[in-house]
């Protein structure tokens, strides 16, 4: 089950003022903050130092294994059954090439979707989101609001709470 959520969130109406928040909250060794906000906006991704995702790997690490495979699949299976055409190589590297390519494709496909979505339930895991009835209520993030949740230790609190109002954060709620 998830655990009771420690820490510190607030509303902004102006985005500058939320992504000035942001970038001090980083700057104070706070990582792990949760932005809402009712549309993309590319500053909250500067604001939290343009995360990148590890999903470009999967699909890197797919294309190279289903290239090997191919490859040695289509080799092995040319030395173990020749049949020798008058005069042509029995591994004929040229006429690979199209299988090559789709079963990279295919395996970057696969890797691709194994990554996010093992991804995507590992950093689930990670979050935990408020659970005061005020944040229940509170809608605004997906209209009119940006939103920020950090989630921090006891002493911590006053801390986030001092960088929040900082910023003319609209409402700021600890809960602890």
């Known amino acids: ?10 509303a902004y109406e102006y985005l500058d003022d939320f992504c000035g928040a942001v970038r001090e909250l980083r700057g104070s060794g706070f990582q792990r903050l949760t932005t809402l906000a009712p549309c993309p906006r590319h500053e909250i991704d500067h604001a939290l130092g343009n995360p990148q995702s590890r999903v470009p790997f999967f699909t890197l690490a797919g294309m190279f294994t289903g290239f090997t495979l191919a490859f040695t699949i289509m080799t092995f299976m040319s030395l173990e059954w020749i049949i020798p055409v008058s005069g042509k190589p029995i591994v004929s590297y040229p006429i690979m090439g ?3 390519f789709e ?5 970057a496909v696969w890797f691709t979707v194994f990554g996010m979505v093992g991804l995507i339930l590992n950093d689930l895991r990670k979050y935990v989101f408020p659970s005061s ?5 509170y809608r605004r993030f ?10 921090c230790t006891q002493h911590d609190l006053e801390k986030v709470e001092s960088i929040l109002n900082k910023y003319q954060a609209e409402e700021v ?3 602890a």
């Open 1 to 10: 089950m998830s655990k009771q959520f420690t820490g510190v969130w607030a």
């Open 98 to 100: 199209p299988v090559l």
């Open 103 to 107: 079963l990279s494709v295919l395996f």
């Open 133 to 137: 009835k005020a944040w229940k209520k």
């Open 142 to 151: 997906t209209r009119d609001r940006f939103g920020v949740i950090v989630p």
């Open 173 to 175: 709620n600890r809960e």
